[in-house]
């Protein structure tokens, strides 16, 4: 249909009495190209909400799956405000939005495998490949100068490579922000590892700009840092940080026992695991979709690529649109092996 109506376009041109000069023109090539070139899954993608998470790795992910779904598989994007909890409880209750682009399921794992296998929904592609990373960091030039230190207790041995701010013949392990769970984890883990006796202070960060700013000072500074960090973030993007084991597998039941509860008596030393990030589609859009679905299990990503990402786009101050361009101009060896070449051939055009 789309290929007759460019071919009636030129007929319409050439009928004007200018063929040779209307067919070289720039303009009349670009329409013709424009419209043979517009995706015939447009029916069978039809309208598709998309969660935009408040959380800038799944802003610029939904950014990049509108841009692909709209222009690559003429779908009708629309994107919708969202969190983890709220999105999913509304997906497995309501069924929309039809998908959530980074999905953190930990938490909610129980219902949503639930709602999967009574089949409402689905699981695409795991977004994140390596997880969401959550531990121990110190910067990565500590690390390459004392590859002694692999693990949390190794750290704990050298009070003087991480020195307190307030009082440098102590070390400093820096905590989460006020509020956050992994505060909970932090000051547990702290006591387990017997980190008091060892010659540290754990000091309290108060925000998430706090957290970053100690990361930050002390890699311009040249200094030392222990604390805890996840990925991906836009921080990782710009400053190497190594993440040391915890020196112990993850111990499921410890963790429920005495981790995670506020002032446990007894914690013992633990690993956190990767957190894992998929996206998640309703069963109507699983049915619907067509090619788009398929995409959608295709496409992921992982940490070192967010990071730098995210890290251009704080120095940019972008937006997850703005991030989403970037991404699909500069990073095409990455995007493209998500689509066939016909869909890459749209949105190269499209950008």
């Given at each position: 249909?789309?290929?007759?109506?460019?071919?009636?376009?030129?007929?319409?041109?050439?009928?004007?009495?200018?063929?040779?000069?209307?067919?070289?023109?720039?303009?009349?090539?670009?329409?013709?190209?424009?419209?043979?070139?517009?995706?015939?899954?447009?029916?069978?993608?039809?309208?598709v909400t998309l969660a935009n998470m408040n959380w800038q790795s799944a802003e610029v992910l939904a950014h990049i799956d509108k841009f692909i779904?709209?222009?690559?598989?003429?779908?009708?994007?629309?994107?919708?405000?969202?969190?983890?909890?709220?999105?999913?409880?509304?997906?497995?209750?309501?069924?929309?939005?039809?998908?959530?682009?980074?999905?953190?399921?930990?938490?909610?794992?129980?219902?949503?495998?639930?709602?999967?296998?009574?089949?409402?929904?689905?699981?695409?592609?795991?977004?994140?490949?390596?997880?969401?990373?959550?531990?121990?960091?110190?910067?990565?030039?500590?690390?390459?100068?004392?590859?002694?230190?692999?693990?949390?207790?190794?750290?704990?041995?050298?009070?003087?490579?991480?020195?307190?701010?307030?009082?440098?013949?102590?070390?400093?392990?820096?905590?989460?922000?006020?509020?956050?769970?992994?505060?909970?984890?932090?000051?547990?883990?702290?006591?387990?590892?017997?980190?008091?006796?060892?010659?540290?202070?754990?000091?309290d960060t108060g925000s998430a700009a706090g957290l970053d700013g100690s990361l930050a000072r002390a890699n311009e500074r040249g200094m030392g840092?222990?604390?805890?960090?996840?990925?991906?973030?836009?921080?990782?993007?710009?400053?190497?940080?190594?993440?040391?084991?915890?020196?112990?597998?993850?111990?499921?039941?410890?963790?429920?026992?005495?981790?995670?509860?506020?002032?446990?008596?007894?914690?013992?030393?633990?690993?956190?695991?990767?957190?894992?990030?998929?996206?998640?589609?309703?069963?109507?859009?699983?049915?619907?979709?067509?090619?788009?679905?398929?995409?959608?299990?295709?496409?992921?990503?992982?940490?070192?690529?967010?990071?730098k990402l995210l890290s251009w786009m704080q120095v940019k101050q972008a937006s997850g649109e703005d991030g989403a361009r970037e991404f699909l101009?500069?990073?095409?060896?990455?995007?493209?092996?998500?689509?066939?070449?016909?869909?890459?051939?749209?949105?190269?055009?499209?950008?």
């Open positions: 249909m789309l290929g007759l109506l460019a071919r009636a376009v030129l007929r319409v041109i050439a009928g004007r009495g200018l063929p040779r000069l209307a067919l070289r023109a720039p303009w009349a090539a670009a329409l013709a190209m424009t419209l043979a070139a517009a995706p015939g899954a447009s029916q069978a993608c039809g309208r779904l709209s222009k690559g598989y003429g779908c009708d994007v629309e994107l919708v405000a969202g969190d983890t909890l709220p999105t999913l409880t509304s997906m497995m209750e309501k069924g929309r939005p039809d998908v959530a682009p980074e999905a953190w399921i930990n938490g909610v794992r129980e219902p949503l495998m639930k709602s999967v296998k009574e089949g409402r929904l689905h699981l695409a592609a795991r977004s994140l490949k390596d997880g969401g990373v959550e531990g121990w960091w110190i910067p990565q030039a500590l690390a390459d100068a004392h590859p002694e230190i692999k693990t949390v207790a190794d750290a704990l041995k050298r009070p003087d490579l991480f020195p307190a701010p307030e009082d440098r013949s102590r070390g400093a392990v820096y905590n989460c922000p006020a509020g956050w769970n992994c505060q909970i984890l932090i000051n547990n883990l702290f006591k387990a590892y017997g980190a008091a006796a060892k010659g540290f202070v754990l000091v840092w222990l604390g805890y960090y996840w990925a991906p973030t836009p921080l990782l993007g710009k400053y190497a940080m190594h993440r040391l084991s915890e020196g112990v597998p993850h111990d499921a039941a410890e963790w429920k026992r005495c981790t995670i509860k506020p002032d446990c008596a007894d914690p013992k030393p633990n690993a956190w695991l990767p957190a894992d990030v998929y996206t998640v589609v309703t069963d109507r859009f699983q049915k619907s979709g067509g090619e788009a679905v398929a995409y959608l299990q295709r496409r992921q990503w992982n940490n070192a690529v967010v990071n101009k500069t990073r095409e060896d990455l995007w493209r092996p998500w689509v066939d070449e016909a869909v890459a051939r749209r949105v190269r055009a499209a950008l």
